[in-house]
C-alpha cells in the first residue's frame, strides 16, 4: 500500500484493535497492556508521521506525541501501584503524568491554530462565545461539584479541581480550532475529532465519578482509544504536510446555518441556567449564571457589531465599485452622470470629450495588456491636466470624460490637454505616439446630464474628421439629424434601385483612346434629386451599408462590362476602408466574377492610403484578390499615410496620382515636381502611373511630357451612364 493510503490502513488496525479490547478479560492485567499498546503504538505513528511526510511544523506534532506518551505513562504508573504495589492512592505520579498531558496537546492545538493567516476578530469571538457557555456549563455541572466535594488534603483538592480546568482550556482551544475561517484539511479535522473524543471521555469521566461509579473496562474506554488511534492516523494523512495557512479563506468567517443554530444555542445556555432548580440537590450558582449572562450579552453585541461594521464596509465596497472603473480606479459613466447632474444644479459645467484613435490597432498590435495599461496611464495623465476640481472618468472602452463645474476653465483645460498629448505615452514597454479626438460641451440652458454628454459625443465626432477639437454648436445637431436621415434612407434607395452607375473614361496618351473605365455610384433620391457620393458614402461606411451597397456597384459594373460588347479593356470599382476588413470580401468578388463570366484580369480594384494604412486584414485580402488575378490600384496617392512604406506593403499595379498635384502642374512649382517624381517611381517599380482630375489640354500636355502615358479627368469626360467608346479629346499631333 502507498504511503498515501497509510491512514486508512492505520485507521482500520487501530478500530479493530480497539474492539479486541473487549474482547479480553475485563480490567484484568491482559486488557491493560492491550490499553496502553495501542496509546503506544500511536504515539510512535505520529513520530513515523513526520519522518515521512517532512512537515513545515514538526513541532505541534511531537507535542501530540508526547502528551499521548504522558498519558500511557500515567497509566503504567498507576497498574504498577494496582498489580505490584496493590495500593490506590490519589494523588499519585499517575496523576502528574496525566495531568502533564494537557499542557503538551493544548501546545500542540495551539501551534495549529496559529498556523492561521490573518486576524479574524468574528472568529475569535465566537471563540469567546462558545469557550464561555460551554465552560459555565462545564463548571456548574462538572467543576464546581468535584472542588465542593473534595474533602482531602490542598493537594488532593487542586489536583481534583486541575483535570476539569485542563479539560475546559482543552476545550476553549478546540472551539477556537473550529470557529476559524481556513479550510481544514483532512489532518486537521482529524485532530479536532481526537481532541473531541479525548473531551467526551474526559467530562463523561468527571460526571460518573462525581455523581455515580466508574469501572474501567467499559465503553468509555472506547472514546479515549479512538481518541489515541485518531491522533496518529491524522500523522499518517498526507495533509499533515500542509500548512493550514495555504489552505486560509480570504475575509472573515462566513455564519453558516449550523454556526447560527450553535452560537445561538451557546447564547443561550446562561439563562437557561437560571430554569434548573438543583443540581444533585444543590442550588445553581446564580451569580455564576448572571456573570455568564452579562459576558456572553456582550460578546454578542460585540458580535452584532462587527458584523454591522462589516456589512457597512462591503456595502461602501460595492458602492465604490458600482461608481469606479476597475482598469484606471476612476469614476465611471454611472458616477460621472450624477456629478454631472449635481454641477448643473449648482452652476453652469462644461464636459470635454476624449476618445483614443486607433485604439483597436493598439491593441491588436502589441495586445490587450498594452491596451490596459496605456488606458491606465492616459486616465492618471487626464487627471493631471485637467486639474483637482475636475472630475475624469472612464466613460466607454477608449473614452474619457471630464467635468468641470465652472465652464470658465475650459479653454485653459483644454490647452494643457491638447498639450499634454503632443509627448509620446510610455505603456507597458512601449512608447506611444496618442492621437485623440476632443469634442466640448458647455452647458448653456441644458439641464439633463444625458443631453450635455450627447452634445459632447456629437462633438467628438466632429473631431474625428478636423483633427482638433471641436465645440458643440447647433450646426452638429443639424448634421446628425441630416446624417441620421440619409442613413434611414439609404436601405430604402438600395432596394428601391435608386442607385445607379456612371462610368469615367480612363484614356491613352497622346491619342485619348479609352482603354478603362472607373465606376463611380449616383442616388437619385425622389424628393432630394442626385445627391453626392460625398454625403452618402461616408454614412454607409459609418452605418455598415457600404458592404451591401460595394456589393452591388460590383454585380452592376461586371453586367455592364459583359452586356457591351465595345466595353473597354477594364473596369476600375473602388473598395471602402470597411468592405476590404470584411472576411466575405475575397469570396464575394470571385463569385460575381465566375456569374457573370468576366475575367479577372479585366477587373481592377481601387483602394485608398487610408483603407490599408492599418495593414492586417487588409493588405491580407489584397493579395488574396491579387492571387486571383485582379488588378490592384492605389487611388488618390500622395494624400494619405506613408504613400511609399505602402508601396512595398500592398501588392498594387497601378498608382493612381491625386489630383491636387495635377492641379497647378502647368505653372511648374512643387506640384510639377512632385508628379514627375511619381511617375519615375512607378516605373522604377514596374507600376502603371494614371495621372486624376485632368481638366485642361495643358495639363495633359504636360503629364505626358513627365511620362505619364494614361489619364482620366472632365477634359477626357466627365462620368456617365453609358460605356465610353471613342476618345473625348487627344492632344495636339
Given at each position: 500500500m502507498?504511503?498515501?493510503?497509510l491512514?486508512?490502513a492505520?485507521?482500520a488496525a487501530g ?10 478479560p ?12 495501542i496509546?503506544?503504538?500511536f ?8 519522518r ?6 514538526p513541532?505541534?506534532?511531537y ?13 503504567v ?9 496493590h ?7 499517575a ?9 503538551l496537546?493544548a ?11 490573518g ?5 475569535l469571538?465566537d ?6 457557555g ?14 465542593a ?6 493537594l488532593e483538592?487542586?489536583?481534583s479541581?486541575?483535570y ?18 481556513s ?12 481532541a473531541v473524543?479525548?473531551?467526551i ?10 455523581y455515580?461509579?466508574y ?5 468509555l474506554d472506547?472514546?479515549?482509544l479512538?481518541?489515541?488511534?485518531v491522533?496518529?492516523?491524522a500523522a ?7 500548512r493550514?495557512g ?6 472573515p468567517?462566513r455564519v ?23 443540581v444533585?440537590?444543590?442550588g445553581v450558582?446564580?451569580?455564576a ?11 454578542v453585541a460585540?458580535r452584532m ?10 456595502a461602501?465596497?460595492?458602492e ?7 482598469l484606471?480606479g476612476?469614476?465611471?459613466?454611472r ?10 444644479a ?7 470629450r ?9 491593441n491588436?498590435?502589441l495586445g490587450?495588456?498594452?491596451g490596459?495599461?496605456l488606458?491606465?496611464r ?8 485637467a486639474g ?9 472602452g477608449?473614452e ?10 475650459t479653454?485653459d483645460?483644454?490647452?494643457?490637454l491638447v498639450?499634454?498629448?503632443d509627448a509620446p505615452?510610455a505603456?507597458?514597454?512601449?512608447h506611444?505616439?496618442?492621437r ?6 458647455e452647458a ?9 454628454l ?8 466632429a473631431?474625428?474628421g478636423s483633427?482638433?477639437?471641436r465645440h458643440?454648436?447647433?450646426e ?8 441620421a436621415t440619409v ?11 435608386q ?8 484614356v491613352e496618351?497622346?491619342h ?13 433620391h425622389?424628393?432630394l434629386g ?7 458614402i461616408?454614412i454607409?461606411?459609418?452605418n455598415?451599408l ?5 456589393a452591388?456597384?460590383?454585380r ?5 462590362m ?18 476590404l476588413a470584411?472576411?466575405d470580401?475575397?469570396?464575394?468578388i470571385?463569385?460575381t466574377l465566375?456569374?457573370?463570366g468576366l475575367p479577372a ?5 481601387e483602394v ?7 495593414g ?7 493579395h488574396?484578390?491579387?492571387a486571383?488575378?485582379?488588378r ?14 505602402l ?14 498635384f495635377?492641379?497647378e ?12 517624381g ?6 522604377g517599380?514596374?507600376m502603371?502611373?494614371?495621372?486624376e482630375?485632368?481638366?485642361?489640354a ?8 513627365l511620362g505619364y ?6 477634359y477626357f469626360?466627365r462620368?456617365?451612364?453609358t ?7 487627344a492632344?495636339?499631333?
Open positions: 502507498g504511503r498515501d493510503r491512514w486508512v492505520a485507521l478500530t479493530t484493535a480497539t474492539g479486541a479490547y473487549f474482547l479480553l475485563r480490567q484484568g492485567l491482559a486488557q491493560n497492556l492491550a490499553y496502553n499498546a496509546g503506544l503504538v504515539a510512535a505513528a505520529m513520530v513515523a508521521g513526520v515521512l511526510f517532512r512537515p513545515a511544523r513541532v505541534l506534532w507535542l501530540f506525541s508526547a502528551g499521548q506518551l504522558m498519558s500511557v505513562g500515567g497509566d504508573v498507576w497498574e504498577v501501584y494496582q498489580y505490584v504495589l495500593r490506590s492512592p490519589y494523588p499519585s505520579p496523576d502528574v503524568l496525566y495531568l502533564g498531558c494537557y499542557p496537546l501546545a500542540g492545538l495551539v501551534v495549529l491554530t496559529r498556523e492561521r493567516r486576524r479574524d476578530e468574528s472568529a469571538i471563540t469567546a462565545i462558545v469557550g464561555t460551554l465552560c459555565l456549563v462545564f463548571g456548574l455541572f462538572v467543576i464546581q461539584p468535584i472542588a466535594a473534595s474533602d482531602g488534603s490542598t483538592w487542586l489536583i479541581v486541575a476539569p480546568m485542563a479539560d475546559a482550556v482543552l476545550l476553549i482551544i478546540v472551539a477556537r480550532l473550529y470557529t476559524g475561517s479550510r481544514r484539511t483532512v489532518a486537521e479535522r482529524l485532530l479536532g475529532i481526537a473524543l479525548l473531551l471521555g474526559d467530562i463523561a469521566f468527571a460526571v460518573l465519578t462525581q455515580s461509579s469501572e474501567g473496562g467499559n465503553l472506547a472514546t479515549f479512538m481518541s489515541y488511534v491522533w496518529g492516523v499518517l494523512h498526507p495533509s499533515m504536510a500542509v493550514s495555504t489552505a486560509a479563506l480570504s475575509g468567517a453558516g446555518l449550523i454556526r447560527l443554530a450553535a452560537l445561538t444555542a451557546v447564547s443561550l445556555l446562561a439563562p437557561a441556567m437560571m430554569f434548573v432548580p438543583a444533585m440537590g444543590k450558582d446564580r451569580f449564571v448572571g456573570v455568564g449572562s452579562i459576558l456572553l450579552f456582550l460578546l460585540a457589531a462587527g458584523f454591522v461594521r462589516r456589512v457597512q464596509k462591503q461602501a465596497r460595492l465604490d465599485l458600482a461608481m469606479h472603473d476597475e484606471t476612476q469614476a465611471n459613466r458616477h460621472f452622470l450624477r456629478r454631472l447632474e449635481q454641477a448643473l449648482a452652476g453652469r459645467p462644461a464636459v470635454i476624449l476618445n483614443v484613435n486607433d485604439f483597436k490597432r493598439i491588436d498590435q490587450h495588456a498594452v490596459d495599461h488606458l491606465a492616459l486616465g492618471g495623465q487626464i487627471a493631471v491636466l483637482e476640481t475636475a472630475v475624469v472618468a472612464r466613460i466607454g477608449d474619457f470624460a471630464v467635468l468641470l463645474p465652472d465652464a470658465g476653465r479653454a483645460v483644454l490647452d494643457r498639450a499634454g498629448f505615452v505603456a507597458g514597454g512601449h506611444l505616439l496618442v485623440t479626438s476632443v469634442g466640448v460641451a448653456g440652458d441644458v439641464t439633463e446630464p444625458l443631453e450635455i450627447r452634445r459632447a459625443d456629437l462633438a467628438v465626432f473631431s474625428r483633427g482638433r477639437p458643440f454648436t447647433p452638429l445637431d443639424r448634421l446628425a439629424h441630416e446624417e442613413g434611414a434612407e439609404l436601405r430604402t434607395a438600395l432596394r428601391d434601385g442607385f445607379r452607375l456612371v462610368f469615367q473614361p480612363i496618351l497622346p485619348g483612346r479609352v482603354v478603362a473605365v472607373e465606376t463611380l455610384v449616383r442616388w437619385e425622389p424628393r442626385t445627391v453626392s457620393p460625398a454625403v452618402f461616408p454607409a461606411e459609418r455598415g457600404i458592404v451591401e451597397l460595394g452591388w456597384i460590383l452592376e459594373a461586371c453586367r455592364e459583359v452586356a457591351d460588347p465595345h466595353s473597354p479593356e477594364r473596369i476600375s470599382v473602388n473598395v471602402s476602408p470597411r468592405q470584411h472576411p470580401l475575397v469570396r464575394t470571385a463569385d465566375t456569374e457573370f484580369e479585366r477587373l481592377t480594384i485608398t492610403e487610408t483603407a490599408v494604412f492599418d492586417g486584414p487588409a493588405i491580407e485580402a489584397l488574396q484578390l491579387r486571383l488575378g485582379i490592384i490600384a492605389l487611388d488618390d496617392f500622395g494624400t494619405g499615410h506613408s504613400s511609399l512604406t508601396l512595398r506593403t500592398v501588392p498594387a499595379q497601378v498608382l493612381k496620382v491625386d489630383k491636387s495635377v492641379d502642374i502647368t505653372v511648374g512649382g512643387q506640384s510639377a515636381v512632385i508628379a514627375g511619381l511617375i519615375e517611381i512607378a516605373n517599380l514596374g502603371t502611373a494614371v495621372a482630375g485632368v481638366e485642361t495643358g495639363q495633359a500636355e504636360v503629364l505626358y511630357q502615358r494614361l489619364a482620366q479627368g472632365y469626360g462620368p456617365a451612364g460605356m465610353p467608346r471613342t476618345p473625348t479629346a492632344l495636339r499631333p
